[in-house]
């Protein structure tokens, strides 16, 4: 816990976890690419994962205290979007790609996916783009080329994947 700049505390376990959830995702991603054989059939895998990620969301949610509530209609709206497009769309994409493109090119998807949500939120829920945030734009879609381009030299060596 610590003062941010208006004297509030905040604590930093939200950005631990962050990492550490990005740190999982890349040992995931790095284990099915070299265990491809290992995963059966696409849809029990992304089933599995949408399922075990639920579980964690409802127990995290419990040991935070959160109370449960029916959501609204645009909530209902939200979610069927996560679900459908960012959640089974997006994961078997990224699945399949996992098995036939390089994965620096699979790992843009990560960076590529803030830069979706942060149009979506400004096209339907007026959400502001400040100056801040077009700088972050603006470094993760040169994190994005200098990704492209490395893998791009690795194959040119004949070390991509």
């Known amino acids: 816990v610590g003062p941010t700049r208006d004297g509030e505390m905040t604590s930093r376990w939200p950005f631990v976890l962050l990492l550490v959830a990005a740190a999982c995702w890349t040992v995931g991603t790095v284990y099915v690419t070299h265990h491809r054989k290992a995963v059966k059939i696409l849809h029990d895998e992304i089933g599995f994962q949408m399922l075990a990620g639920g579980i964690m969301l409802l127990i995290g949610s419990a040991l935070c205290g959160e109370d449960l509530v029916w959501p609204s209609l645009s909530t209902w709206g939200s979610l069927s979007y996560l679900v459908l497009i960012g959640s089974i769309l997006g994961m078997g994409s990224y699945q399949y790609l996992l098995g036939h493109v ?8 990560a960076f590529v996916n803030p830069l979706v949500a942060l149009l979506m939120g400004a096209v339907f829920a007026n959400e502001k783009i400040t100056f801040p945030i077009l700088i972050s734009t603006l470094l993760i879609v040169v994190s994005v080329v200098l990704l492209l381009k490395s893998g791009e030299s690795e194959e040119d060596l004949g070390t991509g994947a």
């Open 102 to 109: 390089s994965p620096v090119l699979v790992s843009t998807y």
